[in-house]
């Protein structure tokens, strides 16, 4: 079983950067891959980067490549999700998910979810 809590969202101008956070506990959680999805209001929820607790492994949609970085401290449990220049359509409730095994950007293969943080971004 893998908890996660999400924190660090808010309203923020375009051009500017926020920094979530997310914090995770459970057992053996070097076994699992973490993700930061984005749900924005009548949009599918859409996978921003993904990152190995055990590894260096980075992966990001070309919408955010460049501007999101996602990383981890492990001595913390935490991953964390800085985002820059932020764009209006940067705009959703972001959310930490949990999965074993392969990469993927499929929300439906990640076991675990945070409760999600909001981020707006005004033009």
């Known amino acids: 079983q893998v908890q996660l809590v999400e924190s660090g969202g808010g309203l923020v101008q375009a051009g500017g950067s926020l920094r979530l956070s997310c914090a995770a506990s459970g057992r053996t959680l070097s076994d699992y891959l973490m993700g930061w999805f984005r749900q924005a209001p009548g949009k599918e929820r859409e996978f921003v980067a993904g990152?190995?607790?055990?590894?260096?492994?980075?992966n990001y949609p070309d919408s955010v490549k460049g501007r999101f970085t996602i990383s981890r401290d492990n001595a913390k449990n935490t991953v964390y999700l800085q985002m820059n220049n932020l764009k209006s359509e940067d705009t959703a409730v972001y959310y930490c998910?949990?999965?074993?095994?392969?990469?993927?950007?499929?929300?439906?293969?990640?076991?675990?979810w945070g409760q999600g943080t909001q981020v707006t971004v005004s033009s």
């Open positions: 998910a949990a999965k074993r095994g392969l990469f993927g950007r499929d929300p439906a293969g990640y076991n675990y």
């Open positions: 990152i190995r607790w055990s590894g260096n492994s980075l």
